[in-house]
């Protein structure tokens, strides 16, 4: 990573972490508040940079410098040392000093409160500037700060009698106790003990977001309501110094860490008290000390809260703490909601039909004849005629069913872990309960996660114990052994090795669906219903040669413009195995998931009129299979198809309603040769929708061949794009 990456945007992440932001116009308004106090603000930039440094020297994750993991804290520091103390030559030496010690106790923090996956917020902040407050008493060479004593004076110096001017005038607005005391609590998180820096505080954390803006404000006025329900006394300057635990406290549990929901407002409502109840508990310990609390009742609060969620055994309490972080709680929840609708049953693993062709459920999820209890969860599986006939002849011998002797497949990865081969086929309408699951196959994918098919002809078998298969390799073949008095294919999913383990209701992936053969529609996960028609996807190779994204592939495209310089995307993969696709003249980044039949974007970040941005809406969803007249249905997460400013008041009511979405369809040509013709055309469109009612819609559509993909056009209300693959 080049030097001045890590520099400015760690820099400027580690202004924004404070209120777990990444948003640069908001680091534009935090830089300057805290030079209301000129000579706070700059120990408090000489702090970060220097912080900064020192993690790029010693090695330390270039990322985690970025992001202004490290530089946050001694951004704090160095802002509480500069408000305290008069700037001296000594002071600066200490700042540095403290900048180290703070760097140290944030990395060791990590360590070890983040091996049980908790940040360590600001507690590095706290322990360093407890330690420095309770030593610099005995360095006689350090003054405490006597700026702003006289105010009047201190403000003609800066500004003349114009800067008192407004001062004075800003003094006599008429402002409410518990607003005044909210900015003030505001500007105290920077050190800067003004109404004015809590406006300006205000400003930036809308900006930067609704959510977390609302929850400052419910997080305060909680605590205001619950200081005058127990009749604690509250003073406005006093109650600034620890006002801003419970804004903090608000916005890291009803929106940060936690899915923004109508639970998670909840409870920040409930916590308030209790970080009300530990501050005041604690001051008072720390009074003994003459140290005030900082931030210790939102560190102690929240760390405990995240920490408790961790022994949840169900989802009963509504709130959701696992989910890719994306530093905004309106990016979290619009890409949490998404990735749930989306993804949300794939909670094991990905598996798909164990067999070939068109087969239909015989027999579905609590069957009329064996699917019955614990044993409810399994699919019965045959082939049928266009007759609805499963037999041809007179259906005496299992040769006769259309079935038997068909292929059966491993329907994901995984290692062999138990097999029978050696039961006889039934004579048709007989069973052998003795050996009720006839020759079996049972699959390991991962720690309580099996498949299992069962009633396979006798050596037919083609694995054993141990061995490593392949989704899509061939087990064995269907025949007619155990409890089944005709030739059929049992398929179920289970928690434990045994053959004859209880059943677990997992969907499957990827499949076609219908009432019958030319009847099928696309479903990207579900349980297939008794009486459906099901196959699994017949990749086509031109659709799987275009958008097959393999680490490592170069798209390079002439653009219809004119424009003599090309773009060219690369597919890369990040040290999380992360998959994603980048420009190099934006540096714009689409992630995505690749299975064997289908890709899905997940994520764009970056320059929204690049190409990139354009393919991103465009693909979607691709399935690498062809049915004719097939279309495919999906939809963007609202931050990523609307535009910021079209989002505001949605925002604001986004944990509990969203009346605004975006719409995904891609269709494929209504014709039967699909599957021979290397050429296709698909066509789809991306709509904006408010209320359910188009408000604005994109078309685009992709023209491959068996090179891969050949053009590509997007049209807009602006412009038309033609993009054309060159090699």
Same mark, same amino acid.
């Given at each position: 990573?080049?030097?001045?990456?890590?520099?400015?945007?760690?820099?400027?992440?580690?202004?924004?972490?404070?209120?777990?932001?990444?948003?640069?116009?908001?680091?534009?308004?935090?830089?300057?508040?805290?030079?209301?106090?000129?000579?706070?603000?700059?120990?408090?930039?000489?702090?970060?940079?220097?912080?900064?440094?020192?993690?790029?020297?010693?090695?330390?994750?270039?990322?985690?410098?970025?992001?202004?993991?490290?530089?946050?804290?001694?951004? %704090?520091?160095?802002?509480?040392?500069?408000?305290?103390?008069?700037?001296?030559?000594? $002071?600066?030496?200490?700042?540095?000093?403290?900048?180290?010690?703070?760097?140290?106790?944030?990395?060791?923090?990590?360590?070890?409160?983040?091996?049980?996956?908790?940040?360590?917020?600001?507690?590095?902040?706290?322990?360093?500037?407890?330690?420095?407050?309770?030593?610099?008493?005995?360095?006689?060479?350090?003054?405490?700060?006597?700026?702003?004593?006289?105010?009047?004076?201190?403000?003609?110096?800066?500004?003349?009698?114009?800067?008192?001017?407004?001062?004075?005038?800003?003094?006599?607005?008429?402002?409410?106790?518990?607003?005044?005391?909210?900015?003030?609590?505001?500007?105290?998180?920077?050190?800067?003990?003004?109404?004015?820096?809590?406006? %300006?505080?205000?400003?930036?954390?809308?900006?930067?977001?609704?959510?977390?803006?609302?929850?400052?404000?419910?997080?305060?006025?909680?605590?205001?309501?619950?200081?005058?329900?127990?009749?604690?006394?509250?003073?406005?300057?006093? /109650?600034?110094?620890?006002?801003?635990?419970?804004? $903090?406290?608000?916005?890291?549990?009803?929106?940060?860490?936690?899915?923004?929901?109508?639970?998670? /407002?909840?409870?920040?409502?409930?916590?308030?008290?209790?970080?009300?109840?530990?501050?005041?508990?604690?001051?008072?310990?720390?009074?003994?000390?003459?140290?005030?609390? /900082?931030?210790?009742?939102?560190?102690?609060?929240?760390?405990?809260?995240?920490?408790?969620?961790?022994?949840?055994?169900?989802?009963?309490?509504?709130?959701?703490?696992?989910?890719?972080?994306?530093?905004?709680?309106?990016?979290?929840?619009?890409?949490?909601?998404?990735?749930?609708?989306?993804?949300?049953?794939?909670?094991?693993?990905?598996?798909?039909?164990?067999?070939?062709?068109?087969?239909?459920?015989?027999?579905?999820?609590?069957?009329?004849?064996?699917?019955?209890?614990?044993?409810?969860?399994?699919?019965?599986?045959?082939?049928?005629?266009?007759?609805?006939?499963?037999?041809?002849?007179?259906?005496?011998?299992?040769?006769?069913?259309?079935?038997?002797?068909?292929?059966?497949?491993?329907?994901?990865?995984?290692?062999?872990?138990?097999?029978?081969?050696?039961?006889?086929?039934?004579?048709?309408?007989?069973?052998?309960?003795?050996?009720?699951?006839?020759?079996?196959?049972?699959?390991?994918?991962?720690?309580?996660?099996?498949?299992?098919?069962?009633?396979?002809?006798?050596?037919?078998?083609?694995?054993?114990?141990?061995?490593?298969?392949?989704?899509?390799?061939?087990?064995?073949?269907?025949?007619?052994?155990?409890?089944?008095?005709?030739?059929?294919?049992?398929?179920?999913?289970?928690?434990?090795?045994?053959?004859?383990?209880?059943?677990?209701?997992?969907?499957?992936?990827?499949?076609?669906?219908?009432?019958?053969?030319?009847?099928?529609?696309?479903?990207?996960?579900?349980?297939?219903?008794?009486?459906?028609?099901?196959?699994?996807?017949?990749?086509?190779?031109?659709?799987?040669?275009?958008?097959? $994204?393999?680490?490592?592939?170069?798209?390079?495209?002439?653009?219809?413009?004119?424009?003599?310089?090309?773009?060219?995307?690369?597919?890369?993969?990040?040290?999380?195995?992360?998959?994603?696709?980048?420009?190099?003249?934006?540096?714009?980044?689409?992630?995505?998931?690749?299975?064997?039949?289908?890709?899905?974007?997940?994520?764009?970040?970056?320059?929204?009129?690049?190409?990139? /941005?354009?393919?991103?809406?465009?693909?979607?969803?691709?399935?690498?299979?062809?049915?004719?007249?097939?279309?495919?249905?999906?939809?963007?997460?609202?931050?990523?198809?609307?535009?910021?400013?079209?989002?505001?008041?949605?925002?604001?009511?986004?944990?509990?309603?969203?009346?605004?979405?975006?719409?995904?369809?891609?269709?494929?040509?209504?014709?039967?040769?699909?599957?021979?013709?290397?050429?296709?055309?698909?066509?789809?469109?991306?709509?904006?929708?408010?209320?359910?009612?188009?408000?604005?819609?994109?078309?685009?559509?992709?023209?491959?061949?068996?090179?891969?993909?050949?053009?590509?056009?997007?049209?807009?209300?602006?412009?038309?794009?033609?993009?054309?693959?060159?090699?």
């Amino acid at each position: 990573m080049k030097a001045p990456d890590w520099f400015w945007k760690g820099l400027l992440n580690s202004y924004t972490q404070i209120f777990f932001s990444e948003n640069k116009l908001f680091a534009a308004i935090l830089i300057p508040v805290s030079f209301i106090d000129v000579y706070a603000g700059l120990f408090g930039l000489i702090s970060v940079l220097f912080t900064n440094s020192v993690a790029f020297i010693f090695g330390l994750d270039p990322q985690k410098i970025q992001k202004g993991y490290y530089g946050f804290n001694s951004l %704090l520091v160095g802002l509480g040392l500069g408000i305290q103390f008069e700037p001296v030559f000594i $002071l600066l030496f200490i700042v540095l000093l403290a900048s180290i010690l703070t760097l140290f106790i944030s990395v060791t923090l990590e360590g070890v409160i983040g091996k049980y996956y908790l940040p360590h917020l600001s507690l590095p902040f706290v322990f360093a500037l407890w330690m420095l407050m309770l030593s610099t008493r005995e360095f006689d060479a350090l003054n405490l700060n006597e700026r702003w004593i006289y105010t009047l004076n201190d403000l003609y110096i800066i500004g003349g009698s114009s800067l008192v001017s407004v001062y004075e005038w800003w003094n006599q607005l008429a402002i409410p106790s518990p607003i005044k005391s909210y900015f003030l609590s505001l500007g105290a998180i920077l050190f800067q003990f003004s109404v004015f820096s809590g406006v %300006l505080l205000a400003v930036g954390l809308f900006i930067y977001s609704r959510i977390a803006f609302t929850l400052s404000l419910i997080g305060f006025f909680a605590a205001w309501a619950f200081y005058g329900l127990i009749g604690a006394e509250i003073s406005e300057v006093g /109650y600034s110094y620890i006002g801003f635990n419970f804004i $903090l406290t608000a916005i890291a549990v009803g929106g940060f860490f936690i899915i923004p929901n109508i639970y998670s /407002y909840l409870w920040a409502i409930i916590l308030v008290p209790l970080v009300a109840i530990i501050a005041i508990s604690v001051n008072t310990v720390l009074s003994v000390f003459q140290l005030p609390v /900082y931030a210790l009742p939102f560190n102690i609060i929240v760390l405990v809260f995240l920490y408790v969620l961790k022994f949840r055994t169900g989802e009963q309490s509504r709130l959701f703490t696992w989910f890719v972080q994306r530093n905004s709680p309106e990016k979290n929840l619009y890409s949490f909601l998404n990735y749930r609708d989306r993804f949300y049953s794939y909670t094991r693993g990905s598996l798909k039909l164990p067999f070939f062709g068109d087969w239909k459920v015989t027999q579905g999820h609590n069957g009329a004849y064996t699917h019955k209890d614990d044993w409810s969860h399994a699919w019965d599986f045959e082939i049928e005629d266009e007759y609805g006939k499963t037999y041809q002849g007179s259906g005496d011998y299992p040769e006769d069913y259309y079935c038997y002797n068909k292929s059966v497949i491993a329907p994901a990865d995984g290692t062999v872990e138990d097999v029978i081969d050696d039961v006889e086929d039934n004579v048709i309408g007989q069973k052998n309960l003795d050996e009720n699951w006839g020759n079996t196959v049972v699959i390991k994918h991962s720690e309580f996660f099996y498949t299992k098919v069962s009633h396979l002809k006798k050596g037919s078998l083609k694995v054993k114990r141990g061995d490593r298969v392949r989704m899509g390799d061939i087990l064995g073949v269907c025949g007619n052994s155990g409890n089944s008095p005709y030739p059929h294919l049992h398929f179920q999913v289970q928690e434990t090795p045994y053959i004859g383990s209880k059943t677990l209701k997992h969907p499957l992936t990827n499949y076609y669906a219908g009432s019958g053969s030319s009847d099928k529609r696309l479903i990207d996960n579900g349980i297939p219903k008794e009486g459906q028609f099901v196959s699994n996807i017949q990749i086509h190779s031109s659709l799987k040669k275009a958008f097959d $994204l393999v680490p490592g592939r170069i798209f390079k495209f002439k653009m219809s413009e004119g424009n003599s310089d090309s773009v060219i995307w690369e597919v890369k993969i990040d040290s999380g195995l992360n998959r994603f696709i980048e420009c190099r003249i934006t540096g714009s980044k689409a992630y995505f998931k690749n299975e064997p039949a289908m890709l899905h974007f997940l994520y764009f970040e970056g320059d929204r009129s690049s190409l990139l /941005y354009k393919f991103y809406l465009s693909a979607y969803k691709v399935s690498f299979g062809f049915e004719h007249g097939l279309v495919l249905h999906d939809s963007y997460p609202i931050h990523l198809i609307f535009n910021p400013n079209r989002t505001i008041m949605q925002d604001f009511i986004a944990p509990f309603y969203r009346y605004l979405d975006g719409v995904f369809t891609l269709t494929y040509p209504d014709h039967s040769t699909g599957l021979q013709s290397s050429e296709l055309e698909l066509h789809g469109t991306a709509k904006k929708r408010r209320f359910g009612k188009n408000i604005d819609e994109m078309s685009f559509s992709f023209r491959v061949d068996g090179d891969g993909l050949r053009e590509f056009q997007f049209t807009d209300h602006q412009e038309k794009v033609v993009a054309t693959c060159v090699k």
